[in-house]
């Protein structure tokens, strides 16, 4: 085996699914495979897989077991493979908080034909989590205050000539640099629309992780849904996003349609609906992710007058969205992932753009 290869662990006690991985990933990965976390322990120690491919329903040790295990050992990129329904979301939203990069969204039937169909995704996935700067993550504060029996008097409206809006794309490692940024935004903030890569299935429970942890209100977002400020909508797995605008209101618009940059939804769909319906009054942020999905959506962006932001380097998981994005000029500035939040703040409280 060449050690210019990806080396691929596959932890699943399924042979199928053990089986079809291997024969999917032959010659473009080295693989290896462990039918549970006790036999992956060993197999680690012996040879360190550059990424772990984990389930998290499995018996002795379940994976999500394994996966705070392997964080906070030795941190190792882990990609979920989970047929989790959608209350079992909730735990891979979990995973992700512990460390985990991606998700791989795999049906209760027919795993060796999708895994098939999708090669092309998954090996995008496994590249990308081994690029990863995986780290150990620091727990979540539990917000303990009289909020959770009563809710805080209503805060002043924001005062702007016309309503800013917020519009941001992340890939590999995005959900957690969106609960970073999303956790900092007071009750008022400006309104958000998001993508974040991620399959059907998983979206609802991502917003309602974040929605928990956060003062302003964040959900799935879904047809006609109005963009205001407070809110923070997150496209759903599958379909695209669009920013509309109606009067001086802005609206969600959920469609399907063709994979775009290779994606559905894609940030390059959002950022371009944002540019044509907001103009100057919309800010931009790329955030952590493989490939360029974004980069000409936030040049477009910054010419329709948009304010745009760029995950710097060594925040980010993966370099590749943000990278693409500064290479073109799209972005206005590059910050670290702890400005980000004060950054929009402030420049949603100078927004002064006009309708296009």
Do not use: W
Request: charged share 20%; with cysteine; aromatic share 4%.
């Amino acid at each position: 085996m060449s050690r210019s290869q990806i080396h691929v662990l596959v932890v699943d006690d399924s042979a199928v699914v053990r089986q079809a991985f291997s024969m999917l990933l032959s010659g473009k990965f080295s693989v290896d495979t462990a039918a549970d976390p006790f036999i992956a322990e060993r197999k680690i120690v012996k040879q360190r897989p550059d990424v772990v491919v984990l389930d998290l329903q499995m018996p002795r040790m379940d994976g999500f077991t394994f996966l705070k295990q392997i964080m906070s050992r030795d941190p190792l990129p882990v990609v979920i493979c989970s047929s989790a329904a959608p209350r079992g979301s909730q735990t891979a939203m979990r995973a992700l908080e512990e460390g985990a990069v991606d998700i791989i969204l795999k049906p209760l039937v027919g795993v060796r034909d999708f895994l098939a169909e999708q090669a092309v995704t998954i090996a995008d996935a496994l590249r990308a989590a081994a690029q990863a700067r995986v780290t150990r993550i620091m727990p979540i504060t539990p917000r303990l205050s009289a909020d959770v029996i009563l809710p805080p008097a209503a805060a002043a409206p924001m005062h702007i000539d016309r309503p800013p809006i917020v519009a941001v794309g992340a890939s590999t490692g995005g959900t957690e640099a969106l609960r970073a940024i999303i956790e900092k935004l007071p009750p008022t903030a400006p309104a958000m629309v998001v993508v974040q890569h991620m399959p059907e299935g998983f979206t609802a429970a991502f917003a309602q992780r974040l929605d928990s942890l956060s003062q302003v209100k964040v959900k799935e977002a879904a047809d006609g849904d109005e963009i205001h400020a407070g809110r923070v909508l997150i496209a759903p797995g599958n379909r695209h996003l669009l920013v509309q605008r109606r009067g001086t209101k802005y609206v969600a618009h959920v469609t399907g349609g063709s994979l775009c940059s290779r994606h559905r939804p894609s940030v390059d769909v959002l950022f371009r609906s944002t540019a044509q319906s907001a103009g100057g009054n919309a800010i931009g942020v790329i955030l952590t992710g493989m490939g360029n999905d974004g980069a000409e959506g936030l040049a477009e962006m910054r010419a329709a007058g948009a304010s745009t932001i760029a995950q710097d380097e060594a925040t980010s998981v993966i370099f590749g969205m943000p990278k693409e994005a500064i290479a073109r000029g799209a972005a206005e500035s590059v910050l670290p992932l702890h400005h980000i939040a004060p950054a929009l703040l402030r420049l949603a409280a100078t927004t002064q753009g006009v309708f296009p």
